[in-house]
């Protein structure tokens, strides 16, 4: 639990379990995260990185103990509830998962659009980001004709045009060479000084050592929390 | 032009459903003109089974030959005798208000167009008559009370046309009830192909639905989707049903007016008739909006 001074956590995890089909992948998870925090999740390939991410951007549930985001306590929201927390929340996934036969503009104005949002609105807010993330020339473009590397600007365009409360990346630098991964890497921790909350799932031990955060290191089936600076 | 279940307005949300959704027009289609048909048919046998109703409710005629002695003379004391009986008979049914004998006087009244007024009515065999007043909403058990009757003599009879009146509107009932399992039969099926082909386009489009579900979409949002696509099929439908059905009926209304039977031609539809038959493409509007945003919403509590 966190003291009553301390802020109140964006993520808080009380002992809790996740698997698949009554088999959990992690046990004992006890770990909370501050809102503002930037916070890297590591481990091997299997160690269930993907998994836990899966539980905090509120498409798992958890199987033992409490889980609670934005000071809710998920096992105890309605449907209705989870997708207004889902709102604040911006995911960037491994394999993108794009609306294929859509256009660019189509795909990030999704989130604005379940909102119910004014199209004139969405219209500028997403034009905005599509330059910032310089695919304003791609707009009416559709997806499946776009490179990996435009493909997951998309991605990443989608999962911020809320401008959510915590942003989740599963392997953001799996797929794209290093300069093009420092250039993501600034790009999140751009995103985390304006006040996201950021999480990053990844295996790149040279991302976690070059870029001193927190990072939650996934390992014999637990999870346990390592502040920056001080290394393992 | 996209007739996809999902896809609102363009490319709002993709659907890959093209054939389901055609297939479901053509059903659909089939499913109104067929329902149409038979809610006209429905309403005509009700309106013509009203007009009998009419005739046989209010009151009832019962009448009493006279009875004859050995030299084929009436027996005026014993007819009466037996005409007190039905009478009293007739007078404890429930249903019935009063019975009144019509007397001489009356039956004379009602005979001298074809008599003249100066003739002793006792001496003729002439019925006597019963007028049964019934209380309104009566339902009264012919076959019964003819039985019951027959008991107490043989010479007393409920006049015929209302007693086969009476069994045309109980097969008239019959046929309503067959009409309306119909009518009910149709509308399930509609709500179960609904059901199914919103489920398979939920299934078919997953991937989507798990999209919109991660970025925060609710259940009634993508019901909403749904359901305003089949409020198109449905509308559309309705449509089609009704131009198919209408000439229908009028055909068979030609028809069965123009056999000349005085019966047949009460089947009629009335102007109220009509409008609730105009309406059935608003109702298979709201019926498939709703099934399909229930269908919707249900589904996705076990799907994401
Ligand atoms: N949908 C699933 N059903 C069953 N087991 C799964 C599923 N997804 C992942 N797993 C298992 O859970 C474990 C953790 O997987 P994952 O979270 O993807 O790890 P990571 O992302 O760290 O590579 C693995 O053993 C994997 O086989
Ligand atoms: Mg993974």
């Known amino acids: 639990m966190t003291e009553a001074t301390e802020l109140p956590a964006i993520i808080d995890l009380q002992n809790v379990a996740v698997g698949y089909d009554g088999v959990d992948i992690l046990n004992n998870v006890q770990i909370a995260l501050q809102s503002g925090s930037f916070t890297f999740i590591t481990g091997r390939s299997g160690a269930g990185k993907t998994t836990l991410l899966s539980m905090l951007y509120l498409v798992k549930k958890p199987s033992k103990g409490i889980l609670k985001v934005f000071g809710q306590n998920v096992n105890f929201s309605n449907r209705d509830t989870l997708a207004e927390m889902r709102q604040r929340i911006g995911v960037v996934f491994q394999d993108f998962r794009l ?87 600034r790009l999140f921790v751009e995103l985390n000084k304006v006040g996201t909350t950021v999480i990053i ?32 | 032009m996209r007739r996809d279940l999902l896809i609102g307005q363009k490319h709002e949300v993709p659907a890959e459903d093209n054939d389901t959704s055609i297939f479901m027009y053509v059903l659909t289609s089939i499913y109104m003109y067929l329902f149409v048909v038979v809610l006209a048919i429905f309403m005509a046998i009700n309106s013509m089974a009203g007009n009998w109703e009419k005739d046989i409710t209010g009151s009832i005629t019962v009448q009493v030959s006279p009875i004859e002695d050995a030299n084929k003379h009436i027996d005026v004391a014993k007819t009466k005798e037996q005409l007190n009986k039905v009478e009293q008979f007739m007078e404890q049914i429930s249903g019935v208000e009063e019975v009144q004998v019509l007397d001489d006087a009356a039956i004379q009244k009602l005979m001298s167009p074809w008599i003249g007024s100066k003739v002793d009515m006792s001496t003729l065999p002439i019925p006597q008559l019963l007028d049964v007043r019934l209380k309104p909403d009566a339902e009264l058990n012919y076959d019964e009370i003819t039985r019951g009757m027959k008991q107490l003599t043989p010479n007393a009879s409920i006049d015929n046309h209302r007693l086969w009146l009476n069994r045309l509107i109980k097969f008239a009932t019959s046929l309503k009830t067959i009409a309306l399992a119909i009518l009910l039969m149709v509308v399930a099926i509609c709500a179960f192909s609904i059901y199914y082909s919103a489920r398979t386009s939920l299934n078919i489009n997953i991937e989507t639905i798990k999209i919109l579900h991660i970025v925060g979409a609710k259940d009634k949002f993508v019901a909403k989707l749904y359901a305003k696509n089949y409020a198109k099929i449905g509308l559309f439908s309705g449509i089609i049903g009704l131009l198919a059905a209408v000439p229908c009926i009028m055909l068979v209304g030609k028809y069965g007016i123009s056999t000349g039977s005085g019966l047949l031609s009460g089947a009629s539809l009335s102007s109220a008739a009509w409008s609730v038959i105009m309406l059935t493409p608003l109702f298979s509007l709201c019926y498939a909006m709703f099934t399909s945003y229930w269908t919707v919403r249900k589904s996705l509590e076990k799907m994401v």
């Open chain 1, 99 to 185: 609306l294929e036969n859509m256009s660019v503009y189509d795909n990030i104005a999704l989130p604005l659009r379940v909102r119910g949002m004014p199209e004139k609105e969405i219209y500028r807010r997403v034009v905005e980001l599509l330059q910032w993330v310089e695919l304003h020339k791609s707009i009416y473009k559709q997806c499946s004709t776009l490179s990996g590397g435009e493909k997951q600007r998309v991605a990443i365009a989608r999962a911020v045009i809320n401008r959510p409360d915590i942003l989740f990346a599963d392997e953001p630098t799996g797929s794209v060479d290093s300069e093009i991964a420092n250039k993501l890497m």
């Open chain 1, 201 to 232: 799932a990844t295996h790149n031990e040279q991302l976690t050592s070059t870029y001193n955060y927190q990072r939650i290191d996934l390992h014999n089936g637990t999870a346990k929390l390592y502040p920056a600076l001080q290394r393992i």
